[in-house]
């Protein structure tokens, strides 16, 4: 079992849609959760961070956790083209001398104009 | 001021031969990390380094190495490259060793092996 699992999509929704992206994972000793976007051919760009259960949001983006289920969102309000993007969520495992963090594969998410 | 610059952009490599890739920091930036982002999935952890040393090593062979020069930029090293190694190598830059929250990555150097 992978430790962060999303749907690869892809996802296509239409300009100005509530766009929901979900992710599980399974090993609830970390508690660090974070998405990235990434455009083709770029490097992954944090999009939110958290620590905690509940919401954070930020703009036209809400990070929710549940740790209670292993389960985390992303929700991305009045969705534009620009959003169309692969999401990644992540999450940070803490070693004895380093932290790394853990991707899930990606969503990869279009929106229609 | 600059992102995390990497080069070469791309690279086309044949199987058995070596490979270096080259990451500069954002400026002030102490630690680097290296990712490997296999096509269709999501990066996965191969080194960081901070301060010059081997602070973390993923689940990777060890014909992958690394190493941080004194002006904390940092280069990865593949030898006997196999088809498998084709992917996006990733640089990603942190102010310090454990500031997940403030780590940026370049756009990624992609490796082609044949």
């Known amino acids: 079992q992978k430790e962060v699992e999303q749907d690869p999509g892809p996802l296509s929704v239409p300009e100005g849609a509530i766009v929901s992206l979900n992710c599980t994972y399974s090993n609830s000793a970390f508690q660090y959760f974070m998405w990235y976007r990434q455009y083709s051919r770029k490097g992954p760009e944090l999009l939110m961070y958290?620590?905690?259960?509940g919401n954070k949001e930020d703009g036209r983006f809400t990070a929710q956790v549940d740790k209670s289920s292993k389960y985390i969102s992303l929700f991305i309000r009045d969705s534009q083209p620009s959003d169309s993007a692969t999401y990644l969520c992540?999450?940070?495992?803490?070693?004895?001398?380093?932290?790394?963090?853990?991707f899930g594969s990606g969503t990869r998410l279009s929106i229609r104009p | 001021d600059a992102g995390v610059t990497q080069s070469p952009t791309h690279l086309i490599k044949t199987r058995g031969q070596h490979v270096t890739l080259r990451c500069s920091p954002i400026?002030?930036?102490?630690?680097v990390s290296w990712y490997q982002q296999v096509l269709g999935q999501g990066p996965q952890f191969i080194f960081q380094y901070y301060e010059k040393e081997e602070r973390g090593r993923g689940n990777f062979p060890d014909r992958f190495s690394a190493r941080q020069f004194p002006n904390y930029s940092s280069e990865l090293n593949v030898n006997a490259l196999l088809l498998g190694d084709s992917a996006l190598y990733l640089c990603a830059s942190s102010p310090d060793r454990a500031t997940n929250e403030k780590l940026f990555f370049g756009s990624g150097t992609q490796l082609s092996v044949l």
């Open positions: 958290t620590y905690s259960s």
């Open positions: 400026s002030g930036h102490k630690s």
């Open positions: 992540a999450r940070v495992s803490v070693g004895s001398s380093a932290s790394k963090i853990i």
